[in-house]
C-alpha cells in the first residue's frame, strides 16, 4: 500500500527540497508523483533537455525511503513551442486557440504536437526507463479538452469513412433524410456544435475517444521500448467525467487511476463509493487514487474545508473499494498559479499544515494493515453496469431537465451501499460470471452481443434489473424499429407502450411485498405486462393513461429473474425495491451496521480477509461483529461491541479461527 | 374540415408506405402535408431533379382519399449546395456561418441561395402544378433565423437608403446627435448586435420583414405560373414568434396557418385561444393548424404528455377559434435526427401509439359535424389590436424585468375567454367597423392613421380600452414630443404626468361598481383627468407620488367611450374591470358556463350556427342550454342539461326552431 | 455650492434652447455640463471643427446665471473616424471589433485615436480656454472599456517588460515553473481571457490602469496648456467600479467626481455613504456628484422611481459626505437614442416633470446654506483603507461564492454609519495621521511599506483592526512564504493556522463585553494566539477543526492595539463589535439619532461647523439636538426636538455661543 502526494520539485529552490522530503518521509510517505507539469523546466528551448534536477529530485525521495511515479509533462507545452506552431493550440466553438498559461490547451490531433510530445517523452524514457527508483509513469493529466479546428475536422471525416466506409452507410445509419442532412462528400461532414443529429454526436465522442487513445498510445508505445516490464503506466482520470469512454483508454494502461475531490461539501460514501468502484471497474482490478483533497479546494463555489477525521476516512474508504495507493494534492503551493488557494499539506512557509497531523496518523496504520491487505481486493456479488453511449445519449436528449445518467445510477447504487453490500461497476460489454444480482441502469443503446449476455446471465440463474430507457437505442444512437426494452422485451416480460417525462409527481402503489403506496417522477413509461410477465407496481390514478397501468415488472426463466422498472421510484420506495431484490437474489451483506457506518472487505485469492470500518456520520457508533476479530493497526484483539468515534476507522481481520 | 399528419415518406423505405396510408385512412385523417424537408431527396446534386418518389407518395395519398399539402424544402438546403456555396449559410453575432445538419440555416439575403431556391420550387411548380390531388402549398418551414453577414447588412443599408432617401433624414429621426452616432455615409450602418439605438433596432426588423417577404415572394410568383388558381399557399407561423411582421408576410398568403405546441405542462385555454384568434386575424379568415402536439414535444424542458382526452380537446378548441384543419406532427418518427424522442402517432416500428386511438375518434366526428361547420367561423363582437413594433419596442425596453407585452395582451383576453366572450386580435391597423369593444394594449406607437381609427370608431359609439405605455412612440420608435397618450389624450380624457416601473406592489381602490379595493404592479402612470375625464380608479398611499392620484380614467364621446388604464392590476380588479366594461359596451357572452368549460361559437354568412362546447377541467362539468339542440356528432337530439366528462366535447346546432 | 444638470443642446433645434435654460434658472440651478458626446456635433467631418453652436449654449447659460462644465467627446467617436480607421475600435474577447452607436467602443491604445482625441480636444482647448463661463473640464465619460486587440496585447508585453526588466523576473514572480507556463519571450503573453495566473491578471489590471492614465494625461496636457490655472480637469468615475486603480487616475485631476445611480429599489444610505466617502479619498477632498438619478433610470431590472422626497434627501445626503456639487442625469431625454426612458426632469415636450418641482426646492436652501457650507468638509476620526490590487485579487480567487469584497467592506462601515460616525475611505497606502482608529478590511497585499505605516500607526496609540485574508499576498499577486498575516502577525498579535470557506454558519461566542453568541459565515480563519495577544471570540463546536479556537484576537501595543477579525460575524455580532472597537479608540458620533436618521457633519478649518440632517426612514422622527442652533435654509433658531418627517432635511449651525 502507498501513501504519498504530488510534488513539484521546479517549483522550489533546490535548497528547499531536503526539508520537503524529510516531513513526506515523517508522515509515513512512500510515494510521490512529480514532474507532470515540467516540460518548460525539463525543455526550456527546443531540444534543450535538462533532466538532471529531475533525477536529483528521484533520488533524494529514494534516499528517503519514497518512490516515485514519474509524469510525462505533456498537459501543459512551454511557450516557445506554442509560440512557434500555433497549430498545437486548440480552437473553441468560437474559432479562437486557447491561450498560453492553461493547461490541455494543446489540439490532440496536431502532428506538429504529437511529434514534440514524442521527443519530450523519448527523452525522460532514455533518462529515467531504468532508473529503480521509478514504480509507474502516468500519462499526461486529466485528458479534457475539445479542439474544434479544421485538423480535427479532417481527422474526424477520416474516422467517419473508416467507420461506415461509404457515405450511402453513414447516411442510413444517421436517417440524413431527415432534415435534409444527406452527405455526398466527407467533407461535408461538421463537427457538431451545441445539439445536433445524435448519431453525429455520438460518432463525434467516439473520435474524440479514438484522438485520445492514439495520443496516449503513441506515449505508451515509446515508454515501453524503455521502461522495465515491471513498471507500470496509468493516467489519472476524472470520476465521472466522460468526454470520451474510459474502457477504450483504460484498455491500453496497466493500471487505473483517478482523482478523487468533494468540492463543496462533504463526502456522501454512499455515492462516492460508486466512482471508486467505476474507477477499479475499468480494469477490473485494484487502482489507485492518485490525487485526493487535502482539506479543501481552490475551484469550487464555496471551498470548505472538510470535518477533522473526514480526509482520513476517505483514504480508508478509498481503500476499502479496492484503492492501492493514495496521494493527495498537493504537498506544498506553489507561491504563484491558478491554484494559490488550493488544500495542502505543506504550508506556502514550508511547514506543516493544520492537516499534515491527520495524514501522519493514516502513514502508520497503512504500514500495520499492508501485509494483511496485500492482494486483496473488493469482491462483489453484485454488478452494475455502465456504458459511456448510453450517458452521453441520455445527456443530450435527457427529456426531462432533471433526468440525469449518474443521479439515475446512484439511485439504485446507494440503497446497496447503505446496506453494505458490496458492487462492481462494469462495462455493459464485461463478463458476468459469478454475480447474483445484475443492474444495467438505462441500458439505452442495445447490439447482438449484449442481449446475448443478458439473456445467458438470466437464463444461468442470474437476477437482472432492467430500468428506464432500456433497449430504445442501437450502436449509431438511432431508434430502434421495435417498442423498449426491443430485444429484452421477451426477457423482461413487458413492453413499453408509451414514454415521456412527468411534469410532477405521479402516485403508484407496489406489491413486491405489502402493497406499498409512494410516488415517481421524472419519467414513466407505461408498460404492457407480457404472458409470462407480472406487475409489481402500478401507476395510481393521475392523467389518465397511466392509471392503473403497470410501472415496474418481473418475469422468471427458469432459475433466473428479470425485472424492468418503468420510472423513477422515490428513495422510500426505491430502497424497498432493492431490498427486494437484493434479497430475492441471494445477495449478503458484507456486514449490518449502524446508519452511516462503512463496511467494506477486501478478500485474497487465498481466502485472507480484511474489513473497513468507517464511522461515516457524525455521531458515535458501536457495532456488534459477527466474528472474534485481530484490530490491524494494532495486531490485537478486538473486543465487541466496536466502537467507533465520528470518522473513526478500525481495519481488522477475522481471528485465525474464524477466518 | 380535413384532419391530417406531417408524413415524411422519405424517410422510409417505400414498402413501409402503404401500412403507415392505410392507418392514416383508417383514423380518418383526409389531408396529409409532405416533402417540407425533402430537398436533399428531390435534388440529391444539383440540378438532379428526382420528383418520382414524391408523385408516387402523392398518388398514393390520393387512393385512399387523402389529399395532400406540398411543402417547398427550402428551409433546410442540401449539404453539396452549401458546401459549394458557403456564403449561403447564415451568420451568427460571432461571425460563424451555421453548420450543415440544422434547419433554416441559410441566409435568407443570398443571391445564389434564392437562385437554388427559385429551381427547386420551379421543378416542384412544374411537376405537380397541375396534380389534382394538391390542395394547397406550404412555403419552407417556419422562419426564424437572422443572419449577420456583410451580404445582409449592404441589403439592410440599401433598404434603409429607400426608407430614409437621405442621410440626414435618418438622422434626425434616429436622433443620432445623441452619443455622437450621426451617419455620414449609409455604409456605417451596423447590424445591431444586443442592445442599440432603439430606431436603428426597429428598422432592423422591418428589413428582416422585407427580407423573409421577397424570399416568401419568389416562391409564390413562381408557383403561381403553374399551380391552379384555386389551390391555396400558405406557410406555417409559430404564433406568438415575432421576429418580422407576420401581418405583412400575411398580405401574401392565401391562407394563414400555425403550428402550436404546448411543450412543458398542460393547455391553458384562456391564453392558447388567443394564439388561434392571432392566426385568425393574420388574415382575417379562417386558418389551419398546420401543427399540433400529439402527446408530448422533444424539445421542451419537461417533455411530459398532454392528459388523456386532452389531445382531441386542443383539436375543438382550435376549430373553435375557426380552425379548418388539424394536423398532427408528425405520422411517424424518424430513426434518427434531431427529434427522435418527439410524440407520434406511430411508432419506430410502424404500429400506433396510444395516442392513435383518441385522433382516431377525431375523424369520424369531424365527419359527422362536417357540413353544419362548413363555411362558417367565428364571429366577435370585441377586437383587440395587437401590433408588432409596439411589441419589439416593448420587449428592447421592457423597463421591468416582468413586463411582458403577451402577459399584458392575455391580461385582458382572459377575463373575456372566461366567459365565453369572442374575440378577435387584428392588426391595430385594421377597420374596427362593427366591433362594440376595442382593447388596445400597449398601443405604444401612434401614427395619424390609427388616431383617426380609433377616434373615429369612439364617435361612432364604441368602447375603447386604452392601456398603459399607450402614444409614447412615433413610427420610427422615437418618442413623441408630447405626454402620453399623446394625440390620444383628449379622446381619453388624461395625460400621463408621469411613468415608471414598480418595484412592489402598490394598493389601489375603483369604483367603477360598488368600491373595490386591490393592488397594481409592474408599472404604473399617474394620470392627471381631463377636463371631461372621470377616474375609475385611484392609487391608495404609497410611494408618496402616486398616493390618491388617478390610475383608470374614462370619458365619454357621444354614445361612445374611452377608458385608459394606466397601470397592471391584480387579477381580481382585472376581472371584475374586464366585466364592468364588457357589459358598459353592451357585449354579450356566447353562452354562461361553469369554470373552465369553454364554449365557442363559429356562424355562417347564412347564420347557420354551430357551438362547441369544452371541458377543459379536471372535473365533470354540466351545462344548461338555453335552446334545444342536436348533437352533430350523433345528429340526435340533446337533452339539457348536458354532461361533459373531463376533456369531454360537444358539438351542437339549435334545433331547427331555435336556429 | 451648485446645482445643475446634463444638458445636450445638440440634440434640439436652437430654438428649444432659451426656454430649457430659464426653467435651469427657475429651478435654481447654477452649473450645465454640456458637450460630453457631442463629437460628431462638433466635427461632423474630419477636420471640420464647428463650435459656434457650442459657443452660444454656453453664452446663453452665462447670461442666465449658469456656469459651464464642458466634456470633451472622446467617449463616442463619429462613425466617419471608426469607418475610415477600424482599428480605433475596441476588439472584445471574441476577436469582434466593438459596433458604432454605442459608447466608450474606441482601443483605448490606439495610436490613431489617440491622434484625432488630441485634434478635438485642442480645437476645443482653443475656443474655451480663456472662455470665463467655463469653471471646469470633464475629460471623456465613465472610463470602462477593455479591448483584446494585438495593438494592446503589443503594449501590455511592453508595459510588462519595462515593470520586469528581465523575463526571469518575471517569471520568477509569477511561479511561472507553474504549470510550465515559463515564458522566453514577451510575445508569448496573453492577454488574459478568463480566469488565468493571477499575477498575470493583477498586471494587466495595472496595464488597462496605465492605459487610461496615458490616455487621460494627453487630454490633461493638451488643456493645460490654454485653459486658466483656476479652472479644474476632472473625470467622472463610477462609485464601486474598479476596472482600474482610480487612486492613479485620480493623481492626474484636479477633482473627483462621480455618477451616483440607485437603478433598482430605494437608497440604502449607510451603503451609498462609503461610495460618497471613498470618492472624497480619491484626492482627500471634496468632490463633485456629476451626475444623479432623477428619479428612475432605464437600464435596471426594475426601474423605479425612487420615494418622493427621496431625491432632494439623496442631494443632502451627498452634501453631508463632501458634495460641493449635485447634477443630475439629464435634463431633458432626446427623442431617440438608447436612453429614452431614463428619468429627466423636463419632459419630451419640454415642460416640467413632476419631479422638478423637488428639485425645485433643492436651489434655494442651497443658496440659503451655501455661506455657511462653504469651505467646509467632513472630518473623521476613523479611516478605512481601501486597494483595488485586493479588490481584484479577492474577487478572482473568492474562494466563497458569496465572498464579496465590497460587502466585506460596508459590514464595517455600516455599524458606524448607523452610529452618526464619520469615515474617511483613503488608499492602504495613505497618511494615517490624525485617526483614533483604522480599518483595513480584507488587506491582502502587503508591502514593506504598508507593513511600516500600520506598525507605526499603533505604537503611536492608533486602534487597527485587521480582518480575515490579510497578509497573505505580494505586490505581484504571489502567496507571502509566511502563514497570515505575515509580516503583521507580531503586530496583530496572531497567525493563521488554517483558513477556508464555511458550507454553512458556524456558532461563536465573544467576550469584548458580556459573553455573547451568535454565527458566523462565508469564510473562517484558525488563529493562533501569539504571547500578547488574547482571543475576543472564539468558534462554538463545529467540524473538528475550528472548536473552541480563536476567531478573533486582540494585542495592545503600547497606547495602540491591532484587533485581527479571521471571520465574516453576523450582524449583531459585528454590531456589537464594532460599537466596542470604536468605544475603545475614543471614537465619538457625531450626533445620536433614531435609526434611519443620518447625521453629518461638514467642519471648515475655523472650526465652522454645519451639521446635515436627513431622515432616511419611513416614519417621521425626533432629535434632541445637544446645541441650540439656527436652521440654515431659514436662517432661524431652531426648537428642540426637531421634528423631521420622511425624506425631511434640516441643515444646522450651532448657534454662535456653542460653535
Known sequence: MRLGAAWYPEH??????????????????????????AWSTMEPAEGQFNLDWLERAVSLLADNGIATVLGTPTAAPPAWLTQAHPTTLAVDEYGRRAQHGNRCHYCVNSPIYLDFCRQIVEAMAIRFGQNPHIIGWQLDNEYNRVCYCEECRREFQQFLKKRFDTIENLNQHWSTAYWSEAYNDWRQIPIPIGYHNPGLMLEWRRFITESYRRYQHQQIAILRRYIKPEVWITHNFMGWFDLFDHYE????????????????????????????????????QNFWLMETQPGHVNWSSINNDLNHGAVRAMAWHAIGHGAEAVLYWQWRSALGGQEQYHGTLIGPDGKPRLLYQEIHQIGPDLSQAGD??????????????HSYPDRWSVMWQKHHRDFDYIQHFIHYYRPLAERNIPVDVISDHASLDDYKLVIAPCLLILDDKLVESLTQFVKGGGHLILTLRTGMKDEYNALLPSRQPGPLSRLAGCRVEEYYALEKEVPLFSIWRDVERGNCSIWAERLEVGDEGHALASYAKSNGWLDNKAAVTMRDERAGRAYYVGTWLDETMQRSFMEFASDEAGVKPVMDSSKGVEVCRRVAEDGRTVYILINHSREPAQLDLPFSATNLFTQKALETPLDLEPNGVAVIAPAASDN
Chains 1, 2, 3 share one sequence.
Do not use: C
Open 249 to 284: 483508454m483504460a484498455a491500453d494502461l496497466d493500471l487505473a487511476a483517478w482523482d478523487n475531490y468533494i468540492g463543496t461539501g462533504q463526502l456522501d460514501y454512499t455515492a462516492n463509493g460508486a466512482v471508486h468502484d467505476l474507477t477499479r471497474g475499468l480494469k477490473r
Open 12 to 37: 522550489w529552490p533546490e535548497e528547499h527540497w531536503t526539508e520537503d522530503v524529510r516531513l513526506m518521509r515523517e508522515a509515513g510517505m512512500n510515494v510521490s508523483r512529480i514532474a507532470e507539469f
Open 372 to 385: 494483511a491487505l496485500s492482494g486483496t481486493s473488493p469482491k462483489a456479488e453484485v454488478a452494475m453496469l
